[in-house]
């Protein structure tokens, strides 16, 4: 599934939008959420997941090609934690 | 950011649709994103992440209270993958 296939989704499934406006609604959804990931702020999406960044220190590692020691910078990463409702959900059997 | 704050920023975003009408294109999306992981489906967002299914073999346990063996069945696991693109983003 691609984003394509959502925007056709919801051009199909809630009427009375256009392909285009389906299109922007679609971009908007993911755009918003990665302007508020950038901000550094988690996401909640209810019966979804959660997205939460993390901060990680500094720390040694080593380049696996040449075995040297290199220094691993500060980040932030982001995590996804699905939510207990996604977890069950995908281990129902199919109907 | 919950859910309902992100309905709440798209109806200020897109100007020619209500909140009653975002919230049920919000959830069209996250309910049709769940079914394609029951179904076992791939999820490529493009500059997000991408979303798969991983599955944990049956195993083995033991309940720790009593020690004794308990067999886990196999289970499958929402993973997510960051995109390359937002991975950036958001450690600037």
Known sequence: MTKADLVEIVYEKVGGLSKKESQDIVETIFDTMKDILKDGEKIKISGFGNFILRDKRPRKGRNPQTGDDIQITARRVLTFRPSQILKAFINEDKA | ?92
């Open chain 2, 1 to 92: 950011m919950t859910k309902s704050d992100l309905v709440q920023t798209l109806s200020e975003k897109i100007s020619t649709l209500t909140k009653k009408e975002c919230e049920v294109i919000v959830d069209t999306v996250f309910q049709n994103m769940r079914s394609a992981l029951h179904r076992g489906e791939k999820i490529e967002i493009r500059g997000f992440g991408s979303f798969t299914v991983r599955v944990r073999r049956a195993k083995e346990g033991r309940n720790p209270k009593t020690g004794e063996k308990v067999s886990i069945p196999e289970k499958r696991i929402p993973f997510f993958k960051v995109g390359k693109e937002l991975r950036e983003l958001v450690n600037r």
